[in-house]
């Protein structure tokens, strides 16, 4: 193969496999504090793209901001979720409250696009690039764009990391997913940090909806496909490991750049579904799992 | 007084109290341990005063002050740590990062949080040896020295403590309890439950009988010292 193709490739599925990381980062960091498989975080994406569109289109502001207001507009709309819906549901259903908590996201899932149906019409809104133009080094096309959004992302990813490792927020969260009742005892609120987690997560699949919009249009579905990739990734990378999420993000990523364009377009779905098969049966836990963890 | 405990009334449900009309009182500095057979509501009282249920009647005060119906994140602030039944490490976080998470409510004043952990990892060398160590790679009993050592970083004046002998071997059931000895002698006022009766009266200054949720016996260790015997036959 030639080498500019192999760098072609490898930045396209690196570019893909950022934004997957991005989502599955905050699908595995919902799942892992609070035990929540949240299948409304399309719908929290699909809200990232019309919030970009709005404020970069409508009101006509750069596309900094449309991000910023993505990922700020949709951690107050986490943080609502969580305390209106989610944590009376824990408080009331006791220990059944797992089973009612697919019923709830899944009910959301389906409450949120036809609210966005009824609101906004079956219509495509989509911004054609954030940044024009590219460039091309040694025949390799580098499209401005794709390096925002890659850059973007791992800016993103890293800032995250960056807060649950260091900050004391970030550790009584880690704190809580580990031991919530220990947590508790020592003074930690841990309502208010379910609360925080699960905005963050939505923030991260609101600033994947708009670093997307070029990409995903915003319209009613658009987080259909994206949930589909995260919950693959999540898989992958093993539910709840944030670490792995990232991993596995950029791998299917990768993989599916590289399968498009040796295979055909369309095996890069055979491709990542048997390695999720696979994965399931022969190791449950995710790829990145620790040595003797459970799922 | 400590901790006093006035007549409560309280369960799960509100149609069927498991503790009726039950009055315990913890004497500041004395190690004060409520024994009683299955069922007696123990470990329902503890919960009870550390707010994960709120008694239907009755008041729970501590230094003066009623604590009644605040939250369990909210006890450490007045000063009422709790050791919970069975291992409560964060297994993933460093012996460090325990410890701090254990000074949270000081987190704001970094001198004191560092002047908490100086004082910890002098009373415990090997959570110094360790602090670079993850919580969960440790044995059970440094893991149950660093949840002792982590509830004592924001100096509570007193401590209740939930089944400590549960899940060890009985080599270090022994050792557990010299810890629970020592914080006595340092100072703190120490509530304990435990199955393990002869352990518990054998430390204890008071003792409280409960059974099937009432008030049954109660008295300095004196009292009970060769009759326990006879009060554990009652229970059969």
Redesign the interface.
């Known amino acids: 193969m030639e080498f500019s193709i192999f760098v072609q490739l490898l930045v396209l599925g690196l570019v893909r496999g950022s934004m997957y990381a991005l989502m599955g980062v905050g699908l595995s960091l919902i799942f892992g504090i609070m035990g929540i498989v949240n299948f409304a975080h399309g719908e929290l994406f699909m809200m990232g793209c019309y919030l970009m569109y709005f404020v970069t289109r409508m009101v006509g502001l750069p596309f900094p901001v449309g991000i910023i207001a993505s990922g700020a507009g949709l951690l107050i709309v986490g943080i609502i979720l969580e305390k209106g819906l989610i944590s009376p549901l824990r408080r009331k259903a006791g220990r059944e409250w797992l089973m009612d908590s697919f019923v709830l996201t899944i009910g959301l899932m389906v409450i949120f696009q036809n609210l966005a149906l009824i609101t906004f019409g079956a219509i495509q809104r989509g911004i054609p690039n954030l940044v024009t133009g590219q460039m091309v080094i040694r025949e390799v096309v580098f499209i401005y764009d794709h390096l925002v959004i890659l850059s973007l992302a791992l800016l993103t990813v890293g800032l995250l990391w960056y807060f649950i490792k260091y900050t ?1 927020m970030g ?2 969260i ?2 809580t997913s ?2 919530s ?10 309502s208010t940090m379910y609360a925080i987690a699960f905005g963050i997560g939505a923030a991260l699949a609101g600033i994947s909806g708009a670093l997307l919009i070029t990409l995903f249009p915003a319209n009613p579905n658009a987080g259909m496909g994206p949930v589909l990739k995260s919950f693959v990734v999540v898989i992958v990378g093993g539910l709840g490991n944030v670490k792995g999420a990232v991993a596995a993000g950029i791998m299917v990523g990768l993989l599916e750049a590289f399968a498009m364009f040796f295979l055909a377009g369309g095996w890069q779905n055979v491709i990542v579904t048997s390695i999720v098969i696979a994965v399931l049966v022969f190791k449950p836990a995710g790829l990145f799992a620790p040595a003797g963890e459970r799922p | 007084m400590s901790l006093e405990i006035k007549s409560i009334t309280s369960g799960y449900v509100k149609e069927v109290p498991v503790l009726r009309d039950v009055s315990v009182v913890a004497r500041e500095g004395a190690l004060t341990a409520i024994i009683g057979p299955n069922g007696a509501g123990k470990s329902t009282l503890l919960k009870t005063i ?1 707010g994960y249920l709120r008694p239907s009647e009755g008041d729970i005060y501590h230094h003066g002050e009623s604590i009644k119906g605040l ?7 007045q000063g009422i ?4 039944q069975g291992h ?6 460093t012996v460090e ?1 325990n410890l ?3 000074g ?2 000081i ?1 704001h004043d970094r001198e004191a949080l560092e002047m908490a952990l100086a004082e910890v990892y002098e009373r415990y060398p090997i959570l110094k040896e360790r602090r670079r160590m993850v919580a969960g790679a440790l044995s059970g009993g440094e893991q149950r020295t660093l ?1 002792i050592a ?2 004592t970083m ?1 100096q509570p004046r007193t401590i209740l403590i939930d089944e400590p002998s549960v899940g060890l071997m009985p080599k270090l059931v022994d050792r557990i309890y010299e810890e629970i000895v020592n914080l006595k002698e340092k100072g703190f006022t120490i509530v304990i439950v435990d199955q393990k009766v002869h352990k518990a009266v054998d430390v204890a200054d008071y003792i409280y009988v409960l059974r099937l949720g009432l008030n049954s016996h109660h008295g300095p260790r004196e009292k009970f010292v060769g009759t326990i015997e006879d009060v554990i036959r009652e229970w059969i």
Do not use: C, N
């Open positions: 004391s550790k009584a880690r704190a580990q031991h009742e220990g947590a508790q005892t020592l003074g930690i609120d841990v | 550390y939250k369990p994140d909210e006890m450490l602030g740590a709790h050791l919970i409560s490490v964060f297994p993933a976080m990062e701090e998470l254990g949270w409510i987190k949840e982590r509830l924001t």
